[in-house]
């Protein structure tokens, strides 16, 4: 424990020491105190010497490993040492004339006086990483963390991810060639506590090592929050911003340990990014300038999320540097500082490209190179004063929006940008069939508001901070000029309020092709869209009323609001609503102590005024940040359970602290169990399993299973698997949907023959799944181009014609589902029986059946149906089911009084229920399917691995195509061509069945990644 404690405490100092010193020599002269510039140079510390092995690869080919990481870190340490001696840094602290005798209270009192801000700030970055990180586990609930932590480990390992692998999607193929930054950074650690600790590889410590990082980056993004909020506003609203970031639950949850993602990573940069560079655009500091540009290039290199810090940056440079440019304020420095953040994102790209990132952001830089162009082109018209005289610069000025309306209009560069925003709104919308079944892909609705934001309602923030936000615009003109002040205020809130008769116009505008319809969707459904048109105007009009001020209220509308837009539409964006809602909360501080300190001073009220709206938000700040941390809501209001952070909650009677709900969130034992089976009979690395593979399937051993799993395969597993959580080849998930659904065993083995597969996997979730696979089944075609390739056992038709209304509307779904049945009470017509309620059933009937310990009996009427009673089995996973029977109802217990009914006797005009002879079915429940032998069985029945025999399931098929006829309720009785059961056209729902459908699928319509 102590070898590990002192290793720890090494490779801190190893990373943090180098940045911090390199900081205070880069930033000398820059007006930042001591703590700011050492946060600072901890995230350089962080990002610098992975960043270099990163480049070392690319340059000069050379693999990652320990000492090249090592080797860096001290180079970087050299440099920075150097720089700052030659810098002359004046940085010194002498104990020996510190006489700590002289430390009393009141010493005390004055320095946390004096420093009572950077020591709240350091307080609430602590505590919100003490929130994300108290509740480590090496088997975190979750998937995609998993693959991340699988391209760690082939780049400690290799040296370098595969480029191309076949782990996953035979015969197509996937990467593992993904943004490299955290994945070079958590290796170098990793690498370092092994190198000290004198340590081989574990699969654990590598677990422990990578979950570092989400916390971590969750407490500095609070401190960068506070520095993109300071520099404008002042610390009480940074403080504001820094505190909604801590403890906000869906920013603890997103950036808690376990979630060793790339989003926690891209979020944070992107605040880091706006921070930095508002930061050089108030100062017109190069120095900052160029910490932004590498930060700018660093985003590109961290996760997808570039996207967000691209389009606010190469908007605003695009806009601001017009009106600096007429204002007289886009000096040389302005103009280096857009150019360096140009040249340092061209540099990122042409290293992910020739890395093999495939999500390299070609648009993105299309859109920057764009957006710097006349920043460029007024840097070289000042240098050479092409525009001294005011005549020349309006000449200039009209000459060059010409040209640039010319180039949108002409060529393809207006074309791809127009994609482009075409494509960011499209974040918004469920555009095709997989993401339908997704639920972090669903709706966002207002009733996640509560558990994810806590007290802060997302609409209610976003409307105030635009109103205090037009009323500060309209009022810096009003100053200016009465009229004009007036009209604006008035033509804003006209549009506020009224925008609702003006969207078929603005739709209009933007619907001349199928393309737009994503943007005419931002403009009708959000009033969003008419936030940010509003204060994009007005803010921009500002700054020709008092030039070279206000130049950062256009940064803040164009980070926080469209990002919000998405945020309210799709839950997986939720986070990023927290983020900006944080950094909105902190503007919507500053604007409204700023707005009535202009109106006292216009008006000549005096200060006091100013003081008490200043201590007014303040209180409202301490209070608000209170409730998020206690859950408690300011009166009593049941219907919104407020989750409190939870530091001093035992976490027992069903607490829902987020603390709490991180504890609980682990993989089941059933599951390591499985992956540990899998581990030890196909795994991919160790050769005799292998060879055994190929000589009892004819080719390695690969798991087919539904997607959710495939990060768990192979990253504990070490196995090959079909699909995984990426869905990069949507017509396969389809395919395998199919083969579960479907009730024809051929498609099945087909499949599996096809991907190479010798084992399937099926689990007690898929149950609450279900609706997912059949929505997909229901959506498969058998050349399914719009999905990207062929789907070989599915129709040639799509079987739920109306795929965009959902999951859960179709007749084919609705034959598809199991039967949920709940007791609800004894049975009024037999004392000896229990009351039964079916999901199925949409009727005020109290109940349906009347259910023993072996009958399940219809009620019809208020009688007894005795005709048309069924034998009961209760099934027991743990025993396969040897002779099944088409007449018997099978009930599996999943909680108290409440079964599923594997065989549904539903009977309509639309044909009979068909889950009972689905492939899922007869494995999970029965484990009865001829050519599958039931090879592993979790100690709970959670999961189920068959391997294929197919020598078993040839004499099976030849059997039942030499046999005439067989009994009803034998297994030879499922077709063996491909759609002959599953061939329901009909989509279409007769309204007395639509709530029948809508029940049925509450329960089954969403995977739960």
Not at 249 to 274: C, D, H, N, S, T
Not at 341 to 349: D, E, F, K
Not at 481 to 490: D, P, T
């Amino acid at each position: 424990m102590i070898l590990e404690l002192l290793a720890i405490i090494i490779i801190a100092l190893l990373v943090s020491a180098p940045g911090i010193i390199f900081c205070f020599a880069l930033l000398k002269g820059v007006d930042l105190n001591r703590f700011e510039k050492t946060i600072i140079g901890v995230l350089l510390g962080l990002f610098i010497p992975p960043l270099m092995s990163f480049f070392e690869f690319i340059v000069f080919g050379w693999l990652f490993n320990v000492w090249i990481f090592f080797l860096n870190t001290v180079v970087f340490l050299a440099i920075s040492i150097v720089l700052f001696y030659t810098q002359k840094i004046n940085f010194s602290f002498d104990f020996k004339s510190f006489d700590f005798s002289k430390i009393d209270s009141k010493s005390l009192v004055n320095f946390i006086k004096n420093n009572k801000v950077m020591l709240i700030l350091a307080a609430l970055m602590l505590l919100g990483f003490y929130a994300r990180s108290a509740t480590p586990s090496t088997n975190f609930f979750e998937f995609d963390p998993y693959y991340y932590m699988r391209v760690t480990e082939q780049l400690v390992n290799w040296g370098v991810p595969l480029l191309h692998s076949m782990d996953v999607y035979y015969p197509l193929g996937s990467t593992y060639r993904e943004f490299p930054l955290v994945s070079y950074m958590t290796g170098g650690w990793f690498d370092l506590f092994n190198l000290f600790t004198n340590s081989s590889f574990s699969l654990n410590n590598l677990i422990l090592t990578s979950n570092v990082y989400p916390p971590l980056f969750g407490a500095l993004m609070a401190f960068f929050a506070f520095l993109f909020i300071k520099e404008e506003y002042g610390k009480r609203a940074g403080l504001l911003a820094a505190g909604i970031t801590a403890f906000m639950p869906q920013l603890i949850e997103k950036f808690a340990f376990g979630e060793a993602l790339l989003e926690p990573m891209g979020i944070f940069i992107a605040i880091a990014v706006f921070a930095f560079y508002a930061l050089a655009v108030k100062r017109k500091s190069l120095r900052l300038g160029f910490i932004a540009a590498f930060m700018f290039a660093a985003t590109l290199l961290a996760s997808a999320e570039y996207v967000w810090p691209f389009m606010v940056i190469s908007v605003y440079m695009l806009i601001q540097s017009f009106i600096d440019f007429w204002n007289g304020d886009l000096d040389d420095r302005m103009a280096l500082i857009n150019i360096l953040m140009g040249v340092a994102a061209l540099i990122a790209y042409a290293a992910s490209f020739i890395y093999g990132i495939t999500r390299a952001p070609s648009n993105s830089m299309v859109l920057t190179f764009f957006a710097i162009a006349p920043s460029i082109l007024f840097f070289i018209i000042n240098k050479f004063k092409l525009a001294e005289k005011k005549e020349s610069k309006k000449l200039v000025f009209g000459g060059i929006i010409a040209f640039v309306v010319l180039v949108l209009v002409l060529t393809p560069i207006g074309y791809k940008l127009y994609e482009y925003a075409n494509g960011l709104t499209g974040f918004a919308t469920n555009s095709n069939f997989v993401s339908k079944t997704v639920a972090e892909q669903s709706p966002t609705t207002s009733g996640v508001f509560p558990s994810s934001m806590g007290i802060i309602d997302p609409n209610i923030i976003l409307l105030i901070t635009t109103i205090v936000m037009i009323l500060t615009a309209c009022f810096i003109i009003y100053k200016k000029n009465k009229r004009e002040g007036l009209i604006a205020g008035g033509v804003s809130f006209i549009l506020l309020v009224f925008h609702d008769f003006l969207d078929p116009v603005a739709s209009w505008l933007f619907s001349t092709g199928t393309s737009s319809s994503n943007l005419a969707h931002f403009i009708i459904e959000s009033s969003i869209f008419w936030y940010v048109a509003i204060l994009f105007v007005l803010f921009i009009l500002v700054q020709f009323y008092e030039p070279r001020k206000h130049r950062l209220q256009l940064l803040f509308v164009v980070s926080i609001f469209p990002v919000a837009y998405i945020g309210l539409s799709i839950m997986k964006y939720l986070v990023h609503l927290g983020a900006v809602l944080a950094v909105a909360g902190g503007v919507l501080f500053g604007e409204a102590v700023n707005l009535t300190g202009d109106i006292s001073n216009y008006f000549k009220l005096g200060g006091e005024y100013n003081n008490i709206v200043l201590t007014g938000m303040t209180f409202i700040s301490i209070v608000l940040i209170a409730l998020l941390v206690t859950g408690v809501p300011p009166w009593p209001q049941q219907s919104k359970p407020y989750p409190a952070v939870g530091f001093f909650d035992s976490c027992t009677g069903g607490s829902n602290s987020i603390m709490c709900q991180l504890q609980s969130s682990r993989i089941s034992q059933d599951w390591l169990d499985a992956m540990s089976w899998l581990n030890n009979n196909t795994n991919m690395y160790n050769a005799s399993i292998q060879q055994n593979c190929i000589a009892n399937y004819g080719y390695t051993c690969r798991v087919i299973s539904w997607w959710d799993y495939g990060h768990w395969t192979t990253f504990f597993g070490n196995t090959q698997s079909v699909l995984d959580p990426f869905n990069r080849y949507e017509f396969m998930d389809q395919e395998v949907a199919n083969d579960f659904v479907g009730t024809n065993e051929s498609n099945l083995v087909n499949s599996m023959l096809y991907f190479h597969a010798s084992h399937i996997e099926v689990d007690f979730e898929l149950i609450q799944k279900w609706g997912a696979l059949v929505y997909l089944a229901g959506t498969c075609t058998y050349n399914n181009t719009a999905t990207g390739g062929i789907a070989l056992g599915c129709p040639d038709q799509l079987r739920i014609t109306d795929w965009q209304a959902g999951p859960g509307q179709s007749i084919f779904e609705f034959l598809h589902y199991p039967e949920y049945l709940q007791v609800v009470g004894t049975c009024p017509l037999s004392s000896s029986m229990y009351a039964v309620k079916s999901n199925f059933d949409s009727s005020s009937t109290p109940y349906d059946y009347c259910m023993s310990q072996s009958e399940l009996v219809p009620v019809v009427n208020n009688n007894l149906n005795l005709a048309g009673a069924k034998p009961l089995v209760l099934v027991n996973l743990l025993t396969p089911v040897e002779n099944l029977n088409n007449n018997t109802v099978y009930l599996l217990p999943i909680q108290q009084g409440v079964f599923v009914n594997a065989n549904p006797q539903l009977q309509s005009s639309y044909g009979s229920n068909e889950f009972f002879n689905s492939m899922f079915a007869r494995l999970y429940f029965f484990s009865n399917l001829p050519g599958f032998t039931l090879s592993y069985v979790s100690p709970n029945g959670e999961v189920k691995i068959f391997s294929l025999n197919y020598t078993a399931y040839e004499n099976y098929a030849n059997s039942i195509s030499s046999s005439s006829s067989n009994a009803s309720n034998s297994l030879s009785n499922l077709p063996l061509n491909s759609s002959s059961s599953l061939n329901s056209s009909n989509s279409s729902i007769p309204e007395s069945n639509s709530s029948i459908l809508n029940k049925t699928s509450q329960n089954l319509t969403s995977n739960s990644s």
